[in-house]
């Protein structure tokens, strides 16, 4: 049997979750320290911004080279490699002699995030067209799980006493020998390689572009939520910190569930018609939100942008890699490209909004973009 007829196993799926999973655990990871880094290197919120920033740039610069490096070597070696380097720069981050050496450890730190990202959903979608049915929901739903597990062993280490040094460094090596160990179960190289991988980046064009339009919105929003929905509940609503604190986890494990049923769901519905519906669910319930002053019936309607939101990435992923002419790996970069670019953007735009208006008014983008996103759902089928 040659490669590309390769049937996938149960291992090389489970082998996929481990990669969804352990991304999505030293996500959260670095989020859970960002206010130690802060506080080791004594900086102030605008240079701690320019860090996020040098992150994001490498992010987008290793976005241009993912097609071509996962069509020479293969998704499952880059994932491997980029993986582990992404799990092991998290020992670096409180040992840099400064600033400007953190900078370029976050900027090397994007660079391998994208790549490696780009990789494992090229995985995934491969995955998903030989076993004729979606699964790409459920992967995602395993880097949600991976971000709520690494946000709970975070914080419970700090809580615990130890050291930050210590948890990053058990982390690291932690999930440097997941990445690795499973990556070996992956599908083999020629079973990913396509055509013309080898050639740069090459801006999207034709179906790609709205796709990576409709990812930014998504981003964006979710972003939004990810950013500003504690203090909305504390500061808009006058919910105790305790409560506010919910805002997030309330609409994290939303969307976590619903994208481990979100394979069922998308094999169910076309694609168009279950982001129309999650759309503007998410629309609806976001306007719950913000006409609501009952701070748990807010946090009903988190919940119900969490699960609204939760398939939208999945959902325009996939199509990425159902473009006709289009290798997988390609589609998925210029899509991701659009997605990390929504990504970064939202949280400063709803901050500018808020400082020229209220919070209120400036998360009616949420609104918007999810009655976008329904409006445009015609184009999550490209095929």
Partial sequence: MSANAVLPSARMRWAARVQFFASGFIFATWGVHIPTVKAHYGVTEAELGMAMLAAGVGALLGLTQASRWIGRHGARAIASLCGAVYALLLAGLMVMPGYAALLGLLAAFGIVTSVFDVAINTEAAELELRNGRPLMSGMHGMFSLGGMAGAVTGSAALAAGVAPQSHLMLVALAMALAIVLSAQWMLPKDATAFAGGNEGFRLPRGALVILGVLAALGLIAEGAIYDWSVLYLKQELGSPQQQAALAYASFSAAMAATRFGGDALRARFAPAVLLRGSALLAAASMTLVLLTDAPWLA?????????????????????????????????????????YLGFMAGPPVIGFLAEVSSLTAALYVVVTFAVGLAASARWADPA
């Fill in 299 to 339: 946090l009903a309607g988190f919940a119900g942008v969490g699960a609204g939101f939760a398939n939208v990435v999945p959902i325009l992923f996939a199509a990425s890699a159902r473009v006709p002419g289009v290798e997988p790996a390609r589609g998925i970069a210029a899509v991701s490209a659009a997605a």
